[in-house]
């Protein structure tokens, strides 16, 4: 079994930065692909952003110029640096890990984003 733990999820300004964390642990493949997702109330899931372990990276156009994903596969830790925060941008935000047939989620952590 695949557990993630997200972090960093909070309140902030617009025009305000925050970074989120998403340790994995268990049994892990090691070429996987980690990435963010998010959710507002009302709308659906959508992609945030995603890395290979080849470090190839794609992004949700909304995002694109503002977020960075990166990934420590020594710490099975992925990471979202979110700048020039938008009150749009306020949603849970899901970790997902995903390989071949199998697909795991975090539990979600809250961003708010004040104007």
């Known amino acids: 079994q695949v557990q993630l733990v997200e972090s960093g999820g909070g309140s902030v300004q617009a025009g305000g930065s925050l970074t989120l964390s998403c340790a994995a642990s268990?049994?892990?493949?090691?070429?996987?692909?980690r990435g963010w997702y998010r959710q507002a109330p009302g709308k659906q899931r959508e992609l945030v952003a995603t890395?290979?372990?080849?470090?190839?990276?794609n992004y949700g156009d909304s995002v694109k110029g503002r977020f960075t994903i990166s990934r420590d596969n020594a710490k099975n830790t992925v990471y979202l640096q979110m700048n020039s925060l938008k009150p749009e941008d306020t949603a849970v935000y899901y970790c997902?890990?995903?390989?071949?047939?199998?697909?795991?989620w975090g539990q979600g952590t809250q961003v708010t984003v004040s104007s």
């Open positions: 890395i290979t372990s080849a470090e190839i990276t």
């Open positions: 268990g049994s892990i493949f090691r070429f996987n692909t």
């Open positions: 997902n890990i995903r390989w071949g047939g199998s697909n795991y």
